[in-house]
């Protein structure tokens, strides 16, 4: 009780100095829910900085983001925390621009202020708008930073089938990857070479359909007996409300060496590190096989569905139509046994190299340069209201 009196007094002080800036410095206000979601500001962040001088206020939910202790050039950070204060932080908010991460803006709790001029959706996954997301997920954003042609698609169909006035979608393309891509290169040499046995990254989503919660983790006793390098990479949301789950698989096979359950999902190291993914219908897979070009073993666990009409729209999601072109599937039944289907998939890395950087190269928007081109986009939005 006493901790959650403190978070509260503490995270109201911090709404009333942001509430005390000028409005000039409430121009383009950044709300994050978390550092895990910092790779897909920090670029924007940091071209709207270094190429235009543009500040922006970062409200986040999260009393260890390093943004708060750790000073980012242009950058003035509060604590709003994920209770009271950051509800009535919103309803009230006055700012020219509001961008986040997060969906479903006015369907929950967080809810549009009439004194926010615009609101802006980057996205934190590559995966498609419409059927890992609730239907209006996205409804109520004025402007998209979009990373592929496929999320466009998408909206405007949605904008079409329920009579939405067009948003402002602008062809961004997705930071995050990039930063995957240029850690890569700055390593002398892939750390995935220098092991005997392969470094498998096990990446599942979250829910009742998801590869933990459907199957629990007997699979991964073959994966480690057979010496494989074996990395458990839980969602954010997993950690969340899942803990004793995941400290019990921790507790299973902390004896083996080849083991290890990572808990800063923020961090590329064990992206890096992986020659394959097992995953489900996580964004993850569209990450890695794009930023290391390496296959995905895909389980076939039940679609990731959080709105039962996405068939309506006609357009089959992202993640779903490339999946054969990543990787391999395996069926639930034979998850317990994927060492072989490991072993196939890593015979022929040129053939898979090959077809990714294809169809990332078509599905990406501005590889690169996101950061500065969603920079430039960002400020001509503020000229709207400026000029």
Known sequence: MFNAISDFLHALREWRKFKALPGKKRALVVYSEGQVYWPHFEPLIDFLWQEHQQEVVYLTSDKHDPVLYQPVPGVTPFYIGFGSVRTLAFAVMKATIVLMTMPDLQTYYIKRSPHVKEYVYVHHAMMSCHMAYLPAAFDHFDTILSTGPYQIDEIRAREKQVGLPAKNLIEHGYGRLEALIKELASVSRPQS???DQPCVLVAPSWGKNALLDRLGSDFLE??????FHVILRPHPQTWRIQRPMLESINVRYKA??????EDNVASKESLLKADVMISDWSGAPLEFAFARLKPVLFVDVPRKVNNPGYENIGIEP???RVRESLGAAVTEADAGNMVEAIQAVLKDQDKWEERI????????YNLGKSGSVGAKALMERLAVYQG
Do not use: K
């Open 193 to 195: 070479g220098a092991r």
């Open 256 to 261: 083996y060496e080849n083991f290890t359950l």
């Open 222 to 227: 073959p994966l480690l007996s057979a010496g």
């Open 318 to 320: 992202f993640e779903a």
């Open 357 to 364: 950087r294809a169809i990332r190269d078509t599905s990406v």
